[in-house]
């Protein structure tokens, strides 16, 4: 995660598109035959992945806070992956 500026204001906000999160597969995963590669298969769809899910530190914090915001966090205490429903 990087941040989307070397500047600080608050309040920030995002110059980029919402996260969408999961917790049980990773969000957007795009499934392809190369799986069935033999020994590289799901190591090459992993890396064909792996760039897309790149968000910045500001994405991350709006998402928590919007998550601790509501009554019954859906999110608390479960691993999570998200991705920038933009790119």
């Keep these: 995660m990087t941040p989307e500026s070397s500047d600080i204001n608050v ?23 190369i799986k069935y590669i033999p020994l590289i298969g799901t190591t090459l769809m992993c890396a064909m992945n792996a760039g897309r899910y790149e968000t910045t530190l500001e994405q991350n914090a709006e998402f928590i806070a919007s998550d ?20």
């Design 11 to 33: 309040p920030t906000k995002s110059l980029h598109g919402k996260l969408i999160a999961n917790a049980a597969t990773p969000p957007l995963w795009h499934d392809s035959w």
């Design 68 to 87: 601790l915001e509501s009554y019954e966090s859906r999110w608390s205490g479960t691993t999570v992956g998200v991705i920038d429903a933009s790119k």
